[in-house]
């Protein structure tokens, strides 16, 4: 069977060890630190986490301390307390990213100019700018290259490792701190195959006396000094100049560095690293991975007879003009210098100026060995992780040929607007044929990663072939699709890229190749792996034509599985992983079938060993089994009988969803051009509803002869894909087969429907489980019942249907849990994780206030999902209105959120001022009734108001005047518009704490909505203040020793806060009470929200009732401080929930998280029931105070 | 008074012990135990079934999540970091064995038969110096015969026989079609001794909700009989170590379980109300009873009130149905 892959030859490597990036980094950046300020971020995260997992493991340093980490509130807070650590004499490191970097520019410029020995590692990533992006380049870095901070580059996972020895060597003997850094996601969440560098390493290359020095000079009482003075015009600039000697000695010393690493590992680096042809006539200038691309085309296309090379830039910062001019050829007549950053309005990027800056200054100092000046072209490539292959190296080396190559080009896309694209040849391909790649298609959910990460240990650990794997990962958190990438090969692999011709693609989920170009990845002659329930005997006939024509013109293998029945048939459970991945083992060949089997085992052993040998067993049975359920299928010669694609977004869709959003939703994203998107960020809203993903397994089935029309299931769902809607009966003439109705309680002539959205349910179950109509003759059958997908297009039809039946009269509804989900939903189907706790509140914000609200959304969970594409969740209603809204960054979305607040009421004003004067000319009747209800809020006056300023705009049309015209440009704002301010605790309490306090201190009739699951969520957990004490998170690996912080009671000390918390699971009345008392309270808002998260560690099925234990157990007090109540001489503080009346530990129990170790559990619970019960005590007496005598 | 004993082959100094129950998870507890008396520690069950749940809830709540979205490749910290409940169980296991010096008996109830062996086999490793099998299988299934459910528990015992050394005691619910017949067999599979009786979580209708409550109500003095009973005719035919639980709330109860054959007397429900040192009490009270009868030992008591030795063997055979009801007079 085996499809003879197999790699030829390689050099086994005994001390080999596959890692990423990040952990190899990591390990070198922790062993050589005391002190380790840390704060997460994409995609540093898992370097700080790796940190505090072994420091909580005891783990030692170098000199055999354990290093002592503090999470801080920010990367500013990071940046001040890493410069206190170094001023005090600690051997300290961090770990950031983008706008964490940024935050730390200030002190960047403190720790230089005290020439403190520092080392921090950047995973390089793109700054957020028209858009927010994860994603790698060098914004961010070369941000940074004004602060005097040495600047390091390294190119791969081996690179970066031993870049981070060098660098932290050489920051103790030149005093000079370093920033090295490496490509975000490309280099640090690449997993590949390195050399590990041993303790002795580090100690060779560690100068125990710079150490001593470094220390001496420490701020100490025992010999004080003073650091931080102000200085006057006569000293600043001399004083400010005396570094220079420092930064003069420092390319040597980083040299020096680098040559004694040579000495102790072999691998020897420089300054800058020339690699090609010795009389090369064409370069390329490049830092970070995007070089390697470029050397790796450099010697193929040597091989083909041409003469071109690259330099790799290490040290970028100080650029050491000698050593860059000694690196290049005396042959070169043109060079291409490419960055991986943008600087609109510059002469050119970075890199590019500092190059054009060296030759010319080598040339007026005599350095240049050039008989004829190089050309020197710049171009951008790469922004945001866009790939960066030897088909755009050899276009940029092309481009050099040329009499008058391109400057200021791009490469890597089609700039149909300004022309400066290089053309590239995307067919074009130089991967040697002994180099195996593969690419597998999975769930998130199904393990595909997991396993691929295995795979590539056991073939880098164990076979003498070198392994690299990269993962792409999906921007929707339910339902996620993966793509892994993996090479295995005789030498080091230095492609650093996505595999365009794959000779073995896995498709582990079948439904994925009725909606992507799966097989545009597989090479001619490759083969596919298909996990299907069809046999090999039937298969062909459900396969779309497509698929069937490239398996036919490419000449693959084709394989099937039936994985989930191999699994289910042994015992093994859901995961279908090491099934598939023996599979892969079997048809590569990439070894021995029974070796792989015996290492995929093992690490079956290693992950479920601990929970005993029956489930060994079992999955050992369902690797044992899963190599007779594999079956080639005979491919016929010519019979393309399959089905055609579905159209990725029906018919109706928009254009701009037709023909942009599509496009990404295929996965061609990359084939836009510049053409096809606004300059500034700007995308059309409500795109969520065109993207039909089908994920839920079951379907909540609606039986309406039992259901009580609460309407509870609509409110609790997280992706408003359960719908609620009365109407007239007579509109159900038309109604398609199965639609099912029953007449509206206590409304005659109204119909009622609950109805699903087939299409975009996730399966969560949330809604069957609040579901509160049992029947009464068979209890296990409720209103809502999850059942086996029904007929989904039937139901399709059926949603399309009630959609288009009209929603209820808004000024009709009332403000409670009921008449709320009789209103449009203005944010549906996003790509929130199934079941998750916060949507279920935005939801409601736009059920409520949507067609005047305006949000501030902090970056996080709450801004991925919605505001990440392809598609988007915020709507419109049939008006064409609906909520405004926007991310500025994560630590000032408060700010943000005020200024929205200032610029509309300084615009109602402006309204207000004209139409006063314009009264007159309008009428003074309309005048009046619009300035008195300017600030109206309830719906009827809303309506009335909005017609009011149709007949104004009317009437203004008519009029020819500066001032009218001015009027037109702000009637809107006379209606009223609701602000909110949202986002996660890791906002509110940490990182935009300082904000989220000044702006409720400033009494702007703003309302913020804090979504607290108590945990960095998106970034994957990590504690901040809100974490509750006892809870284990990432950074809080034992358990937070330290209570929650009580961001409402420090709210509610100003006294003129609204302010309040909630959980929709234990009493959705109150949410809804709450958010209609705080959007009416005129001043600032504060609400916090019990937002339950798969962070906690459970089955958020039960996502509801754990809501309620937390309220019931008293952890989660239900509140409302209300500044209006004083007024009325009342106390401003409501308990809304009884006494508690279970055990904290009731609640505890049930999440992982609060699991702690053993020794720890029962005084853990103990310590965490008398906080609450504290707590409860001191809210209650809370209660009874500010009120007169006479309302106690 | 010589209150000695032997169970399972373990001398002890006294019949007493904590019986399976949330005591022993504290170790203050299990100390004032100690001190209060006991003879010996039972530990409440390990379920294998709450292990098999917590690792597909695990893999279902956790490990699904991961590896799936950039920015967040795991959601929690690693899977050491937090506590299993096998790990727990047997950490404990070591710290009780650490904390006292009387003899530890742990506890098993086990789904599948790979995982009785293997938590037998670790739970031995770990220092326990008995073992005790929570045999609480609720048949529910109509296509499994009486003689099916037997066979199954006889099979279990000779696979973990053959792979643990330490004692093995069988804890049996009383609904077996012969108990006598079953428990023999028992003995011959490799069981050092039986527990009589299980009691069973009794499941509770909620009218409001429609739905079912679990209830654990403790026990009360009335439950000893349907023990002493099953002593009295197990006890006479069966030579094997015999525990009894269930209804032990004073020194009286703990005679007459003696007496109808019992070699040693696990208190759960009096414990739990009434705290550990309710068990000196009944020590106290169980010494002073023996003096005032001048009994001299334990011993000397033990199953003489069984089948073989009773003056009246018939009261424990069907013949004392009828007399009973015939004394039950209604009130009204």
């Known amino acids: 069977m085996s499809a003879n892959l197999e790699p030829q030859t390689a050099v086994r490597s005994p001390k080999a060890s596959t890692l990423d990036a990040n952990e190899a980094v990591a390990s070198v950046a922790y062993r050589l630190s005391e002190t380790i300020a840390i704060y997460p971020i994409t995609p540093s995260s898992p370097m700080a986490e790796s940190c505090d997992e072994w420091s909580a493991k005891n783990r030692k340093n170098l000199w055999g301390s354990i290093p002592s980490l503090v999470e801080m509130q920010s990367e500013a807070g990071v940046a001040g307390a890493v410069h206190g650590m170094l001023n005090s004499g600690a051997l300290t490191t961090t770990f950031t990213a983008s706008q964490g970097l940024l935050l730390m520019i200030p002190n960047m410029y403190k720790i230089a100019g005290e020439l403190l020995p520092f080392c921090f590692h950047v995973t390089a990533r793109a700054l957020a700018t028209h858009a927010l992006s994860i994603f790698g380049d060098h914004s961010d870095v070369m941000a940074c290259r004004q602060t005097g901070f040495v600047m390091i580059a390294s190119n791969s996972v081996q690179e970066a490792q031993d870049m981070a020895c060098i660098s932290h060597a050489a920051t103790f003997e030149t005093r000079v701190p370093f920033m090295h850094f490496f490509d975000g996601f490309r280099t640090s969440h690449e997993v590949a195959k390195f050399h590990p560098l041993e303790d002795d390493v580090l100690r060779g290359m560690i100068d125990e006396e710079t150490i001593r020095a470094f220390r001496s000079r420490g701020l100490s009482p025992d010999h004080p000094t003073i650091r931080g003075t102000a200085q006057n015009p006569d000293v600043y600039f001399q004083a400010r100049e005396a570094c220079n000697p420092f930064y003069n000695a420092v390319p040597k010393a980083v040299q020096g560095a680098m040559d004694r690493f040579a000495a102790l590992t072999g691998r020897q680096y420089h300054l800058f690293d020339y690699s090609g042809h010795p009389e090369a006539d064409r370069i390329i200038v490049a830092i970070g991975s995007g070089a390697e691309t470029a050397e790796e085309t450099a010697h193929w296309l040597n091989e083909q007879g041409q003469k071109v090379g690259v330099v790799k830039v290490r040290l970028y910062r100080p650029f050491n003009v000698e050593a860059f001019i000694a690196s290049i050829p005396a042959s070169v007549k043109s060079i291409a210098v490419l960055d991986r950053t943008k600087e609109p309005g510059s002469l050119g990027e970075p890199l590019y100026l500092d190059v054009v800056a060296a030759l010319a200054e080598a040339r007026s100092s005599g350095l240049s060995q050039f008989a004829c000046e190089p050309v020197v072209i710049g171009g951008r490539y790469g922004l945001g992780s866009k790939e960066f292959d030897p088909s755009m190296a050899k276009a940029v080396f092309d481009e050099l040929l040329a009499e008058r190559p391109k400057n200021h080009f791009t490469i890597g896309i089609n700039d149909d607007l300004t022309g400066t694209s290089l053309a590239y040849d995307p067919q074009f391909d130089l991967e040697p044929s002994d180099v195996v790649r593969a690419v597998f298609f999975g769930l998130g959910a199904d393990g595909t990663v997991g396993a691929n990460k295995n795979s590539i240990k056991i073939i880098g650990e164990e076979t003498a072939n070198f392994a690299q794997g990269y993962f792409v990962y999906d921007s929707k958190k339910s339902g996620a699709m993966t793509i892994s990438h993996l090479r295995f090969g005789p030498r080091p692999i230095a492609a650093h890229y996505l595999i365009k011709r794959a000779n073995f693609v896995a498709c582990h989920q079948a439904t994925f190749i009725e909606k992507f170009d799966v097989l545009g990845y597989a090479a001619p002659k490759g083969v596919f792996l298909l996990n299907t329930p069809f046999g090999a005997d039937v298969i062909w006939e459900h396969l779309p034509r497509e698929v069937q024509k490239q398996i036919v013109e490419k000449e693959l293998k084709f394989y099937v599985i039936d994985a989930a029945s191999v699994s289910r048939a042994a015992g093994a459970g859901g995961r279908t992983n090491t099934i598939m991945q023996t599979c892969f083992f079997a048809i590569s060949g990439v070894l021995p079938r029974d070796e792989a089997i015996e290492q995929i085992k093992k690490a079956i052993k290693k992950t479920y060993g601990r929970k005993g040998d029956d489930v060994v067993a079992k999955n050992f049975a369902a690797v044992d089994q899963a190599l007779a359920g594999l079956h080639e299928v005979a491919v016929p010669a010519n019979n393309l009988c399959g089905h055609a694609m579905a159209p990725t977004v029906p018919e109706g869709a928009p254009d701009f969803v037709k023909q942009v959003t599509a496009t990404i939703l295929e996965g061609k994203g990359d084939d836009l051009p510049t053409s096809a998107f606004l300059a500034d960020g700007t995308w059309p809203v409500g795109t969520t509803q065109w993207e039909k993903r089908n994920i839920a397994d079951k379907l909540p089935v609606w039986d309406s002869s039992i259901c009580i029309q609460c309407n509870k299931c609509a409110f609790v769902c997280p992706h408003a894909a359960i719908r609620s809607k009365h109407y007239s009966t007579e509109l159900l003439a038309n109604a398609p087969e199965g639609f099912q109705s029953v007449p509206m309680r206590a409304q005659a002539g109204q119909s009622f429907t609950i109805q699903v959205a087939p299409e975009d349910c996730t399966g969560c179950t949330l809604c069957a489980s609040v579901c509160p109509a049992k029947s009464k003759t068979d209890p296990s059958h409720k209103a809502l019942t999850m059942t086996d997908i029904p007929e989904r297009s039937k139901q399709a039809a059926q949603y399309a249907y009630f959609l288009d039946l009209p929603y209820p009269d808004r000024t009709l509804l009332k403000p409670d849990v009921k008449s709320s989900q009789f209103a449009q939903p203005l944010f549906e189907y996003s790509g929130a994780c199934t079941g998750c706790g916060e949507t279920p509140y935005i939801k409601l914000l736009t059920q409520m206030f949507g067609d005047r609200l305006v949000v501030a959304n902090a970056t996080g969970c709450s801004s991925i999902y919605g505001g990440n594409l392809p598609t988007t969740p915020y709507t419109t209603d049939a008006n064409g209105r609906g909520p405004a809204w926007s991310n500025s960054l994560f630590e000032d979305n408060a700010e943000y959120g005020l200024g929205f607040r200032f610029a509309i009421d300084k615009q109602s004003a402006i309204a207000q001022e004209i139409l006063t004067g314009l009264a007159p000319q309008v009428g003074e009747t309309l005048a009046g009734e619009l300035l008195a209800n300017v600030n109206a809020r309830d719906e009827a006056t809303l309506a009335a108001q909005r017609q009011r300023v149709v007949v104004l705009r009317e009437k203004l049309a008519s009029m020819d005047s500066l001032a009218a015209r001015r009027l037109a440009d702000v009637a809107d704002y006379l209606v009223r518009k609701s602000t909110w301010i949202l986002g996660g605790d890791g906002w509110a309490y940490d990182i935009g704490y300082g904000g989220v306090d000044h702006v409720l201190s400033t009494g702007a009739n703003i309302n913020i909505l804090v979504l607290d699951t108590e945990v960095y969520s998106n970034t994957g957990g990590q504690m901040s203040k809100s974490t509750p004490f006892g809870a284990t998170a990432k950074f809080a690996m034992a358990g937070k020793a330290r209570p929650k912080k009580d961001l409402s009671l420090m709210a509610m000390s100003y006294g003129n806060i609204y302010v309040a918390r909630v959980a929709f699971g234990a009493k959705d009345a109150q949410t809804v009470k709450v958010f209609e008392e705080a959007e009416s309270f005129d001043g600032p808002s504060l609400i916090i929200a019990y937002s339950h998260c798969i962070a906690h560690g459970y089955n958020l099925k039960s996502g509801l009732e754990q809501q309620k234990l937390a309220v019931e157990s008293g952890t989660w007090p239900l509140f409302r401080f209300d500044p209006r109540r004083a007024e009325q001489g009342l106390a401003p503080l409501q308990i809304d929930n009884a006494p508690p009346k279970v055990r904290v530990a009731d609640y505890l129990r049930n999440e992982l998280r609060f699991r702690t170790k053993p020794e720890n559990l029962a005084a853990f619970e103990a310590a965490a029931q008398e906080q609450v019960n504290q707590r409860v005590a001191l809210y209650q007496k809370l209660a009874g105070i500010g009120g007169t005598e006479e309302s106690k | ?332």
């Open chain 2, 1 to 332: 008074m010589n209150l000695e004993t032997n169970y399972l082959g373990l001398r002890l100094k006294n019949p007493l012990m904590p019986g399976a129950s949330p005591l022993v998870d504290d170790l203050g507890m299990v100390r004032r135990l100690e001190d209060a008396g006991a003879a010996a520690i039972v530990m409440h069950s390990l379920f294998e079934e709450q292990i098999e749940l917590e690792r597909a809830a695990r893999e279902r709540d956790v490990d699904s999540y991961t590896e799936s979205f950039a920015e967040a490749i795991t959601y929690l910290p690693t899977e050491d970091d937090f506590n299993e409940t096998s790990d727990q169980y047997l950490q404990l296991i070591g710290k009780i064995k650490a904390a006292v010096s009387v003899p530890v008996i742990a506890s098993l109830n086990g789904i599948t038969s790979g995982g009785w062996v293997g938590h037998a086999k670790l739970i031995e490793q770990v220092g326990a110096d008995a073992l005790e099998l929570n045999y609480y299988d609720l048949p529910s299934n109509p296509q499994k015969s009486g003689a099916e459910v037997e066979q199954r528990a006889l099979d279990l015992v000779a696979a973990i026989r053959k792979e643990v050394s330490i004692p093995i005691a069988v804890k049996l619910s009383p609904f077996f079609s012969s108990l006598p017949h079953f428990v023999s067999r028992l003995t011959e599979a490799g069981a050092n001794g039986v527990v009589l009786f299980n009691r069973f979580y009794q499941p509770d209708i909620n009218i409001d909700d429609l739905d079912v409550d679990p209830v654990l109500e403790l026990s009360t003095p009335s439950e000893l009989r349907l023990r002493l009973r099953w002593l009295a005719i197990l006890s006479a035919q069966i030579e094997t170590s015999y525990a009894a639980t269930g209804g032990i709330h004073r020194a009286e109860d703990a005679i007459r379980a003696i007496m109808a054959g019992a070699h040693s007397v696990q208190l759960v429900s009096t414990l739990l109300t009434k705290g550990p040192e309710r068990l000196g009490v009944i020590l106290a009270d169980m010494v002073q009873w023996l003096e005032e009868h001048e009994y001299e030992s334990i011993a000397q008591m033990r199953g003489t009130m069984n089948l073989k030795h009773s003056p009246d063997a018939t009261a424990f055979e069907r013949a004392n149905y009828l007399r009973i009801l015939k004394s039950w007079t209604p009130s009204l």
